[in-house]
């Protein structure tokens, strides 16, 4: 199993830069496939972005596409979403996510979850 934790949220202005973080514990880091997902008030749970146990493959929601970047330093058991061009939009509860598959762009694969991170955007 897999704990993880998220950081990196806080309150950004329009068109402005996010990167989140989320630390993993665990030596098994590099076989999980890891994900950040989203949660806005009165919203359903949005599946944001994917990278596989590599890191060489990559899913995004075309809502996101274009804008946010993320990545994985398996030395450092962390994975990263960076979020550019931020909109009112955006503003929801981040949450990072592992999957024992190398299912990184199935959102229904991710089992294990973090606490998660507000991100608000004004505008």
């Known amino acids: 199993q897999v704990q993880l934790v998220e950081s990196g949220g806080g309150l950004v202005q329009t068109g402005g830069s996010l990167r989140l973080s989320c630390a993993a514990s665990g030596r098994t880091f590099s076989r999980y496939a890891m994900g950040w997902f989203r949660q806005a008030p009165g919203k359903e749970r949005e599946f944001v972005a994917g990278i596989s146990w590599s890191g060489g493959s990559w899913y995004y929601a075309d809502s996101v596409k274009g804008r946010f970047t993320i990545s994985r330093d398996n030395a450092k058991n962390t994975v990263y979403l960076q979020m550019n061009s931020l909109k009112p939009e955006d503003t929801a509860v981040y949450y990072c996510?592992?999957?024992?598959?190398?299912?990184?762009?199935?959102?229904?694969?991710?089992?294990?979850w973090g606490q998660g991170t507000q991100v608000t955007v004004s505008s």
């Open positions: 996510a592992a999957s024992s598959s190398n299912y990184y762009y199935i959102g229904q694969e991710f089992r294990y």
